[in-house]
C-alpha cells in the first residue's frame, strides 16, 4: 500500500506542483518561497532572466531533502537548474528554502507519483540533463528482528521505487537521446556486513538492475553508472528510530563531489557508462 505524502496546511495542491522557485531553478533571480516560507504551487512562467544561461543544465535529485542527496543538490545549485524530491512536504520546504531551488513531493514506491514528477520537471524546463537516485529505506537489524511493515517498506522504496525512478528517468533521457543517471547504492553490496540483511538485499538488486540498463542502452550518450559509498552519518536510520553506529566513515559532502562529478559528464565523454565507483572507507 502506498502511504500518500500529506501536504502542509494551506498548502492543497497536486503532488507534484513545483515550488515558485522551479520558475529560477535557482537562488539567483530573485523568484523565492513565497510569505509562508513554503514552497508553493509553480506560478510564474517558466524562463526568469537568472537561468537564460544556456550552459545551466537540469537535475532531478531523488532523495534530495537530506544527507548525501541535499549536499549533491547544494553542489549543483549555484549553476544549474535543480529539482529535489521527497516523500515528506516539510523535509521538501525546508530544502527548497535553503537551497532556492524547485522541490517536488514523491513518494518514489508510487509509479503515479514518480511518473507525474518527472513529467513536471519536462513540462517546465524542456529536458532532463541528468538524475540522482538517492532515495533509500534504512533496515538494520536481523531478519527475525525486522517487523513485516519494516521489511515491506524497505522493498517499496528501495526496489519498486528505483525501478519506477530508473525507469522514467531512461523513457525521457531515450527521447532526448543523452543524460546521466546515477544511482547511489552501498558498499554493503560488495562486502557483506552482518545485521543488515534485508537492506542489503534491496541495494543489492538496484545495482544488479543498473548494471543491466547500462549495457541495454546501445549508446554512451546516456549513461547508467553507481556509486557505493560507505557508512554516512546522514538521517537514514534516524528516519526509522536507529542510531548511527559506525565509527569508520565518510561525510556527505565528501561523497557528493563524485556523485556530481559523473552527473556532469558529457554526451560525448567516453567510456563510463556502467562505471561503478566504489569509496573505501577504511573498513575492509
Excluded at 548525501?68 to 529535489?84: N, S
Excluded at 534504512?138 to 525512478?165: H, K, Y
Aim: aromatic share 6%; glycine share 10%; hydrophobic share 40%.
Amino acid at each position: 500500500m502506498t502511504t500518500r505524502p500529506i501536504l502542509p496546511a494551506g498548502r492543497r495542491a497536486a503532488v507534484t506542483s513545483l515550488s515558485r522557485s522551479a520558475a529560477t531553478g535557482g537562488r539567483s533571480s530573485g523568484c523565492g518561497p513565497g510569505k509562508s516560507g513554503k514552497p508553493e504551487p509553480f506560478t510564474t512562467p517558466l524562463v526568469c532572466d537568472g537561468w537564460r544561461d544556456m550552459a545551466a543544465r537540469t537535475f532531478i535529485v531523488v532523495g534530495g531533502t537530506s544527507g548525501l542527496g541535499l549536499a549533491v543538490a547544494r553542489l549543483l545549485v549555484d549553476e544549474h537548474r535543480v529539482v529535489v524530491l521527497g516523500d515528506a512536504a516539510d523535509e521538501v520546504a525546508a530544502a527548497t528554502n535553503d537551497l532556492g531551488c524547485a522541490g517536488l513531493v514523491c513518494d518514489v514506491s508510487s509509479y503515479d507519483h514518480v511518473r507525474r514528477a518527472f513529467g513536471e520537471v519536462v513540462d517546465r524546463y524542456g529536458e532532463i540533463d541528468g538524475v540522482a537516485a538517492r532515495a533509500s529505506m534504512w533496515a538494520g537489524g536481523d531478519l527475525a528482528d525486522l517487523s513485516p511493515e519494516r521489511i515491506r517498506r524497505t522493498v517499496e522504496v528501495n526496489v519498486l521505487g528505483t525501478t519506477f525512478v530508473l525507469k522514467e528517468a531512461l523513457e525521457h533521457l531515450r527521447r532526448q537521446g543523452y543524460g546521466t543517471v546515477v544511482y547511489i547504492g552501498a558498499m554493503a553490496v560488495t562486502q557483506p556486513r552482518p545485521g543488515i540483511p534485508v537492506y542489503r538485499a534491496t541495494k543489492s538488486y538496484g545495482s544488479s538492475l543498473v548494471e543491466s540498463l547500462a549495457e541495454a542502452q546501445h549508446s554512451n550518450r546516456i549513461k547508467v553508472m553507481q556509486l557505493h559509498p560507505g557508512p554516512m552519518p546522514t538521517r537514514l536510520q534516524e528516519r526509522v528510530g536507529d542510531e548511527f553506529l559506525d565509527e569508520v566513515y565518510a561525510l556527505p559532502d565528501q561523497v557528493a563531489a563524485e556523485v556530481v562529478r559523473l552527473l556532469l559528464l558529457a554526451p560525448d565523454d567516453l567510456y563510463v557508462s556502467g562505471e561503478r565507483v566504489l569509496r573505501a572507507d577504511g573498513r575492509w
